[in-house]
């Protein structure tokens, strides 16, 4: 029986439960639901009892014996944290959204540039000044640079230091061969615009706030996962029970083939009566191997949360769940359920780190609308060197009268006496006229925020239903419970009088036959019950840990919304 009030009478409810009502339920029924659930769990040890006695050799808890496997619950849950693939896969994508970070973090480093080159030209005669009729210039080129972005104000700073080398056959050249170096530093300071956020910031900012988001993704995986285990391990204990309840049916089914047989002998009933009892037998024949089927379809789903591939030898064994349901209390603090689902849950948690990275769209796109207003700061400093060739006569009739040697490292000292400076001051403006395209961005993060707060506020709600449906859904099953209990006693009970009223010739086969039935129903039906109850209680502490499903975080872009 599934129970789920709509999300007002789940509200309604929640409001109107406290701790202090809860505390006054009776003592009688608690007593009564007491026994009526240890009742149950004799049911399912009887089921299991019977199951070890006729399937397989009896094992200590947590060991092997061939190709059996008893396991433990918590066992179980605990080679799932080691094992699952699901969870191995969740664990690896807070370490993917690592590297997003430290690539953009890597963006601050400072990058080095460099350039060699070889050079050679002849120029042509345009002019009596070109210092000869074919004039060759070979150049080498060694230049190096240094660029890094800041990591907080926006701003950029570059040096590069340029040398060269240069052999000319140009008359009017004053040094053969030449050196000549520079050394440029040069900063950009925005003060508006990508003063306080740009883009790289922006997307440091909200990769930091998506391995948060990874981080509750793999939580609520985790969480999913063992909740799907606990409840495939009680969904393997009923199948395995539901078969010995198949057995002993067939079992009841073929003793009364063979009673009916020794009374058509004696002559106190008729032939025809042994027909429909071997059919019941045979019909009971097929409902053991559908159990039997069913067992092993429960057991392959437990075994698909516990194993990291078909070569794990968990794969290979027969697992025996060893664990019976505990008797444990029902919820009564919804009120603090709710409360504790609202503070922890994953998919609410990944709600509020996506309100916080809209809050830093919001920032950046702001901050894109204001004017660009950058301040260009430059020094730099130059020196030349080489060979210095002397020259006597008239202008445009001198002759080389004497060289004095020089070389690269003149080019270096008069460089670092700076006695040719070169230094730059400006201030840059831009703004686009009648607005921007950021503009736009920043008026619709604005929007998304808004529908980002309001989903957040349904997400609050359908919260509140689910905590609240889903105790709901565990008082009722512990109500099923109770209720399973008696009919099974009464079929107990009214099977054994059928048999009664059969020996003395009272009743028909019939009647004994649909017996049975019922008595087999029951029994699988109060197995049902408990185990629905058993797998409701996880459902609940899961409710107030992660949605269904488990996941639900939707990582953001890296350059944020709207870009």
């Known amino acids: 029986m599934k129970i789920f009030a709509s999300t007002t009478v789940a509200i309604a409810l929640l409001l109107a439960a406290q701790p202090a009502a809860a505390r006054q339920a009776s003592a009688s029924d608690a007593a009564r639901q007491d026994l009526v659930v240890r009742q149950a769990l004799q049911t399912y040890q009887d089921g299991l009892d019977a199951l070890t006695e006729t399937h397989a050799p009896v094992a200590q808890p947590g060991t092997s014996s061939g190709t059996l496997r008893e396991l433990a619950l918590e066992e179980a849950v605990s080679i799932a944290l080691e094992q699952n693939l699901d969870i191995q896969v969740a664990r690896l994508e807070p370490q993917s959204v690592d590297l997003l970070v430290a690539g953009v973090r890597n963006t601050y480093r400072p990058s080095l540039t460099s350039t060699l080159g070889l050079r050679d030209q002849y120029q042509l005669p345009t002019s009596s000044l070109n210092g000869g009729n074919k004039v060759n210039n070979g150049t080498r080129t060694y230049n190096f640079g240094l660029a890094k972005t800041m990591p907080r104000y926006g701003g950029s700073l570059t040096v590069n230091w340029t040398n060269s080398r240069l052999e000319t056959s140009n008359t009017f050249s004053n040094f053969n061969p030449s050196f000549q170096t520079n050394l440029v530093a040069a900063f950009v300071q925005p003060l508006l615009r990508g003063f306080r956020i740009d883009n790289t910031r922006q997307q440091l900012l909200v990769n930091l706030i998506n391995r948060d988001i990874s981080e509750e993704s793999a939580r609520a995986t985790v969480t999913q996962t063992l909740a799907n285990v606990r409840n495939a391990y009680w969904d393997l204990v009923f199948a395995q029970s539901a078969v010995d309840v198949a057995q002993r049916a067939q079992d009841l089914a073929d003793k009364l083939v063979v009673d009916n047989q020794a009374r058509v002998e004696v002559g106190t009933l008729a032939p025809l009566d042994i027909v429909q009892a071997q059919a019941e037998a045979a019909t009971r024949r097929q409902n053991l191997a559908a159990a039997e089927a069913a067992a092993q379809t429960a057991e392959l789903t437990l075994k698909r949360f516990l194993v990291s591939g078909t070569d794990d030898p968990l794969w290979r064994q027969t697992i025996r769940p060893v664990d019976l349901p505990?008797?444990?209390?029902?919820?009564?603090?919804?009120?603090?359920?709710?409360?504790?689902?609202?503070?922890?849950?994953?998919?609410?948690?990944?709600?509020?780190?996506?309100?916080?990275?809209?809050?830093?769209?919001?920032?950046?796109?702001?901050?894109?609308?204001?004017?660009?207003?950058?301040?260009?700061?430059?020094?730099?400093?130059?020196?030349?060197?080489?060979?210095?060739?002397?020259?006597?006569?008239?202008?445009?009739?001198?002759?080389?009268?004497?060289?004095?040697?020089?070389?690269?490292?003149?080019?270096?000292?008069?460089?670092?006496?700076?006695?040719?400076?070169?230094?730059?001051?400006?201030?840059?403006?831009?703004?686009?006229?009648?607005?921007?395209?950021?503009?736009?961005?920043?008026?619709?993060?604005?929007?998304?925020?808004?529908?980002?707060?309001?989903?957040?506020?349904?997400?609050?709600?359908?919260?509140?239903?689910?905590?609240?449906?889903?105790?709901?859904?565990?008082?009722?099953?512990?109500?099923?419970?109770?209720?399973?209990?008696?009919?099974?006693?009464?079929?107990?009970?009214?099977?054994?009088?059928?048999?009664?009223?059969?020996?003395?010739?009272?009743?028909?086969?019939?009647?004994?036959?649909?017996?049975?039935?019922?008595?087999?129903?029951?029994?699988?039906?109060?197995?049902?019950?408990?185990?629905?109850?058993?797998?409701?209680?996880?459902?609940f502490e899961r409710a107030q840990q992660s949605p269904a499903g488990g996941g639900g975080g939707n990582l953001n872009s890296a350059t944020g919304g709207g870009q």
């Open 326 to 539: 505990s008797l444990q209390p029902a919820p009564t603090d919804v009120e603090g359920a709710v409360r504790k689902a609202l503070a922890e849950r994953t998919d609410v948690l990944t709600a509020r780190k996506n309100l916080d990275s809209n809050d830093i769209n919001i920032r950046y796109f702001r901050n894109q609308a204001l004017p660009a207003v950058d301040l260009n700061a430059s020094y730099g400093a130059q020196g030349l060197g080489g060979t210095s060739i002397i020259r006597t006569g008239p202008l445009g009739n001198q002759v080389i009268s004497g060289t004095v040697p020089g070389g690269y490292g003149d080019a270096l000292s008069l460089l670092k006496a700076r006695d040719y400076p070169t230094w730059n001051l400006n201030v840059s403006m831009s703004y686009p006229l009648g607005g921007s395209q950021a503009e736009a961005q920043h008026a619709r993060a604005r929007v998304q925020r808004s529908q980002a707060l309001t989903r957040l506020r349904a997400l609050e709600v359908q919260i509140a239903a689910e905590v609240a449906n889903a105790a709901l859904t565990v008082q009722s099953n512990l109500k099923r419970v109770e209720a399973a209990s008696a009919a099974r006693e009464l079929a107990q009970k009214r099977l054994e009088a059928e048999q009664s009223r059969f020996e003395v010739g009272l009743t028909t086969n019939f009647f004994v036959v649909q017996a049975q039935r019922d008595l087999r129903d029951a029994q699988n039906t109060e197995l049902r019950a408990l185990a629905d109850y058993r797998k409701s209680l996880v459902n």
